[in-house]
């Protein structure tokens, strides 16, 4: 019944912007963490940004640190990734992760309960 839906992908030139959403459905999560991981074609699902589903913290691969913003409205059950600077190495399928838990060791994809379907974002040089 939980379902993940990503919104906002499409094609940019670097060095412009995107925001990326995400609706969550069918249940509230008031503990969750909430993730946003990247896979290009041919590599690993790699971590990009992540928050509290309450609370202010967040977390954020070295990669995105002043470009990527993760941000969420709650009265919405919507989480954001604000994506400035955008570079074609950032040229991916974003998927948007629910941990229901809030367990430990939230860079990684295998703690994480839902999966959006993925949305694509490219950046072309």
């Known amino acids: 019944q939980v379902q993940l839906v990503e919104s906002g992908g499409g094609l940019v030139q670097a060095g412009g912007s995107l925001r990326l959403s995400c609706t969550v459905s069918?249940?509230?999560?008031?503990?969750?963490?909430m993730a946003w991981f990247r896979q290009a074609p041919g590599k690993q699902r790699e971590f990009v940004a992540a928050?509290?589903?309450?609370?202010?913290?967040?977390y954020y691969a070295d990669s995105v640190k002043g470009r990527f913003t993760i941000s969420r409205d709650n009265a919405k059950n919507t989480v954001y990734l604000q994506m400035n600077s955008l570079k074609p190495e950032d040229t991916a399928v974003y998927y948007c992760?629910?941990?229901?838990?809030?367990?430990?060791?939230?860079?990684?994809?295998?703690?994480?309960?839902?999966w959006g379907q993925g949305i694509q974002v490219t950046v072309s040089s």
């Open positions: 069918g249940r509230t999560f008031s503990r969750a963490n």
């Open positions: 928050c509290k589903w309450s609370g202010g913290n967040t």
């Open positions: 992760a629910l941990d229901e838990e809030a367990r430990f060791g939230l860079v990684t994809p295998g703690v994480y309960d839902y």
